[in-house]
């Protein structure tokens, strides 16, 4: 996910949010520290209140221990965890143990494990040994007994208990959720994007080292139902009041995925024949919400239809797809989506591309189900390339959108999407210390690969990419050199300069032209060294053909009567300046949208 909250949107499309405040430094700081904020667009409520690209973001030991791939913990490789969480709602406590099982990449003495303040570590212990550790901040250096050889495979254990940090403003500021519901029973959940698993489970808290499977066994009161990922194995009856509710992923999955999800629930349970045959579709609305749950969740076949179409199988045909209402807006929690758009079509009723076809479908069903391919099949190796989620999961939204509408409907719903754009901060981060880029991941992401999808001008080789990226990273972590690479490479296009202007700079290209006599000089500003793009004009009234526009002026001979006749495609996400304007129009040159 995730999505701005609707209460941000009008702030950041408002015209204050462009002449921006100077920025209240503290607030800035708590952001970029280790108390990252999760992904999502409520980064803009962020920004707008910050003024967030001209702080400098100060990043500490503690970012760095938790972003990198420390010595700590590059020499194993987790395989599995077997996680055991009780959660207590009357006094918001939780209580388990998490057996981490690993192979040994290289010999190693110390080991880093995470798990934030402020839980508590009561004891760590291997081979029927207690191990010594001590605290740095959010993580625990264990020291190891014996030496482990290359190639061992060990299992750790830590115990553990307290009460985690309880999510301000779920799922963007996350954490443990205790709501209760609107009878006033207990709904328990998880969303923990960007600020981490170890807020309430202790794990290697890196992206880059998922596990091969992992089990995940709530305890909660009987009157709830726990939903967690994966297939439900066993459901005990426990002496004292409680259920032990047993799940199991049998696949590699993000820790942040990794949910609780206790409430009061009806469930019913569907099947879809897909791609990789059969797929068990399960549904968990609130009891007194099932009536109008059946209505909307008829969108997920639609959507898995349209999905498996244009990005392969779904990833996780052994987990099964779940759909389960949560408290917050919602969450890609793999293979048990977080489901929390109060059963409303468009994004909590509204549209964010302001074309209208976005009010046509339930923007968490359909946005948050297609991060199961981009962000928990293929999972970026570092928080700074979190626009291989991000992008993807936006543009699906306007292929969905073409899969109901029709192409033009598609093109339209992203195109509209970029009013929100802000072009504050580069999309791609700083590497290393679980750093975030700018909301820009989203709409602008999406544009760019609108853009991309016009330059390789074949929607069967397009979408032979999009299949072809979850093909060949399918359940791998991933650099966003390696999505990159692989598409210029599939494309037959030397891509790097498109993605560096739209990653890593904050310009937007503008395409610089003179018309006279039926002339046309042209030529790129406002980017990146290098930057040849193609792009679609109109050399005729109503002929769009491709020049090759570089950064020194080019011409080429057109039949354009009048100069309003000019037109980018405006598929492509750039700006064209008419040069020969009058000076006192110049400010609002013409932007193509
Ligand atoms: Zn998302």
């Given at each position: 996910?995730?999505?701005?909250?609707?209460?941000?949107?009008?702030?950041?499309?408002?015209?204050?949010?462009?002449?921006?405040?100077?920025?209240?430094?503290?607030k800035?700081?708590?952001?970029?520290?280790?108390?990252?904020?999760?992904?999502?667009?409520?980064?803009?409520?962020?920004?707008?209140?910050?003024?967030?690209?001209?702080?400098?973001k100060?990043?500490?030991?503690?970012?760095?221990?938790r972003?990198?791939?420390?010595?700590?913990?590059?020499?194993?490789?987790v395989s599995?965890?077997?996680?055991?969480?009780?959660?207590?709602?009357?006094?918001s406590?939780?209580?388990?143990?998490?057996?981490?099982?690993?192979?040994?990449?290289?010999?190693?003495?110390?080991?880093?494990i995470?798990?934030q303040?402020?839980?508590?570590v009561?004891?760590i212990?291997q081979?029927?040994?207690?191990?010594?550790?001590?605290?740095?901040g959010?993580?625990?250096?264990?020291?190891?007994?014996?030496?482990?050889p290359?190639?061992?495979?060990?299992?750790?254990?830590?115990?553990?208990?307290?009460?985690p940090?309880?999510?301000?403003?779920?799922?963007?500021?996350?954490?443990?959720?205790?709501?209760?519901?609107?009878l006033?029973?207990?709904?328990?959940?998880?969303?923990?994007?960007?600020?981490?698993?170890?807020?309430?489970w202790?794990?290697?808290?890196?992206?880059?080292d998922?596990?091969?499977?992992?089990r995940?066994?709530?305890?909660?009161?009987?009157?709830?139902?726990?939903?967690?990922?994966?297939?439900?194995?066993?459901?005990?009856?426990?002496?004292?009041?409680?259920?032990t509710?047993?799940?199991?992923?049998?696949?590699?999955?993000?820790?942040y995925?990794v949910?609780v999800?206790?409430?009061?629930?009806?469930?019913?349970?569907?099947?879809?024949?897909?791609?990789?045959?059969?797929?068990?579709?399960?549904?968990?609305?609130?009891?007194?919400?099932?009536?109008?749950?059946?209505k909307?969740?008829?969108?997920?076949?639609?959507?898995l239809?349209?999905?498996?179409?244009?990005?392969?199988?779904?990833?996780?045909?052994?987990?099964?797809?779940?759909?389960?209402?949560?408290?917050?807006?919602?969450?890609?929690?793999?293979?048990?989506?977080?489901?929390?758009n109060?059963?409303?079509n468009?994004?909590?009723?509204?549209?964010?591309?302001?074309?209208?076809?976005?009010?046509?479908?339930?923007?968490?069903?359909?946005?948050?189900?297609?991060?199961?391919?981009?962000?928990?099949?293929?999972t970026?190796?570092?928080?700074?390339?979190?626009?291989?989620?991000?992008?993807?999961?936006?543009?699906?939204?306007?292929?969905?959108?073409?899969?109901?509408?029709?192409?033009k409907?598609?093109?339209e719903?992203?195109?509209?999407?970029?009013?929100i754009?802000r072009n504050?901060?580069?999309?791609?981060?700083?590497?290393?210390?679980?750093?975030e880029?700018?909301g820009?991941m989203?709409?602008?992401?999406?544009?760019?690969?609108?853009?991309?999808?016009?330059?390789?001008?074949?929607?069967?080789?397009?979408?032979?990419?999009?299949r072809?990226?979850?093909?060949?990273?399918?359940?791998?972590?991933?650099?966003t050199?390696?999505?990159?690479?692989?598409?210029?490479?599939?494309?037959?296009?030397?891509?790097?300069?498109?993605?560096?202007?739209?990653?890593?700079?904050?310009?937007?290209?503008?395409?610089?032209?003179?018309?006279?006599?039926?002339?046309?000089?042209?030529?790129?500003?406002?980017v990146?060294?290098?930057?040849?793009?193609?792009?679609?004009?109109?050399?005729?009234?109503d002929?769009?053909?491709?020049?090759?526009p570089?950064?020194?002026?080019?011409s080429?001979?057109?039949?354009?009567d009048r100069?309003?006749?000019?037109?980018?495609?405006?598929?492509?996400?750039?700006?064209?300046?008419?040069?020969l304007?009058p000076?006192?129009d110049?400010?609002?040159?013409?932007?193509?949208?």
């Amino acid at each position: 996910m995730k999505l701005q909250n609707e209460d941000d949107l009008p702030a950041a499309l408002s015209p204050a949010a462009s002449s921006r405040e100077p920025s209240p430094p503290g607030k800035w700081l708590v952001a970029a520290g280790s108390r990252a904020l999760g992904c999502g667009l409520v980064v803009f409520f962020f920004q707008f209140q910050a003024g967030a690209q001209e702080a400098p973001k100060v990043f500490t030991h503690a970012d760095t221990i938790r972003g990198s791939n420390t010595p700590q913990r590059s020499w194993w490789d987790v395989s599995f965890y077997d996680l055991h969480v009780k959660a207590n709602p009357t006094d918001s406590s939780i209580v388990g143990y998490d057996a981490i099982t690993y192979r040994v990449l290289k010999p190693g003495r110390e080991m880093q494990i995470d798990l934030q303040m402020p839980l508590v570590v009561d004891s760590i212990v291997q081979d029927g040994l207690k191990l010594r550790s001590r605290r740095d901040g959010n993580a625990f250096f264990v020291t190891l007994v014996a030496p482990q050889p290359a190639r061992a495979v060990k299992t750790i254990a830590i115990y553990y208990h307290g009460k985690p940090v309880t999510a301000v403003r779920p799922p963007w500021d996350g954490g443990f959720v205790w709501a209760k519901d609107s009878l006033a029973r207990d709904w328990v959940v998880t969303a923990n994007e960007g600020l981490g698993a170890s807020v309430w489970w202790p794990n290697k808290d890196y992206l880059a080292d998922e596990p091969d499977s992992q089990r995940v066994a709530v305890t909660i009161p009987d009157s709830l139902i726990d939903v967690s990922n994966g297939r439900l194995r066993a459901t005990t009856r426990n002496s004292d009041g409680t259920t032990t509710y047993e799940w199991f992923v049998r696949n590699p999955i993000n820790n942040y995925d990794v949910a609780v999800n206790a409430g009061h629930y009806a469930h019913w349970n569907d099947n879809y024949q897909g791609e990789n045959g059969n797929l068990t579709l399960d549904f968990y609305p609130l009891d007194y919400h099932v009536d109008t749950a059946r209505k909307q969740f008829q969108q997920v076949k639609p959507m898995l239809q349209c999905f498996e179409s244009w990005f392969g199988p779904y990833p996780w045909y052994e987990d099964g797809y779940k759909l389960v209402e949560t408290p917050h807006l919602g969450m890609e929690h793999q293979s048990a989506v977080a489901y929390g758009n109060h059963y409303k079509n468009g994004y909590l009723g509204r549209d964010r591309s302001a074309t209208g076809h976005g009010l046509q479908w339930d923007f968490i069903i359909i946005h948050e189900s297609a991060h199961e391919w981009w962000g928990n099949s293929i999972t970026m190796k570092d928080q700074a390339d979190m626009w291989i989620h991000e992008s993807f999961a936006t543009y699906a939204e306007g292929l969905y959108t073409e899969c109901q509408q029709g192409k033009k409907a598609g093109e339209e719903y992203t195109i509209g999407q970029r009013k929100i754009i802000r072009n504050d901060r580069p999309i791609i981060a700083k590497y290393g210390v679980n750093d975030e880029g700018s909301g820009d991941m989203y709409d602008k992401g999406a544009n760019m690969l609108l853009t991309i999808r016009q330059l390789v001008d074949d929607d069967t080789r397009w979408k032979g990419i999009l299949r072809g990226l979850n093909k060949t990273f399918w359940h791998q972590t991933v650099t966003t050199k390696q999505i990159e690479d692989y598409i210029s490479h599939q494309s037959g296009l030397d891509l790097s300069k498109v993605f560096d202007q739209y990653l890593r700079s904050t310009r937007v290209p503008t395409l610089e032209y003179k018309l006279r006599r039926n002339k046309l000089t042209y030529r790129w500003a406002d980017v990146v060294r290098g930057f040849a793009m193609p792009v679609r004009v109109t050399t005729a009234s109503d002929r769009y053909e491709w020049i090759r526009p570089t950064q020194r002026w080019k011409s080429t001979a057109v039949k354009l009567d009048r100069p309003e006749d000019f037109h980018v495609d405006e598929n492509f996400y750039v700006n064209a300046k008419d040069l020969l304007k009058p000076v006192a129009d110049s400010t609002t040159a013409r932007k193509v949208q």
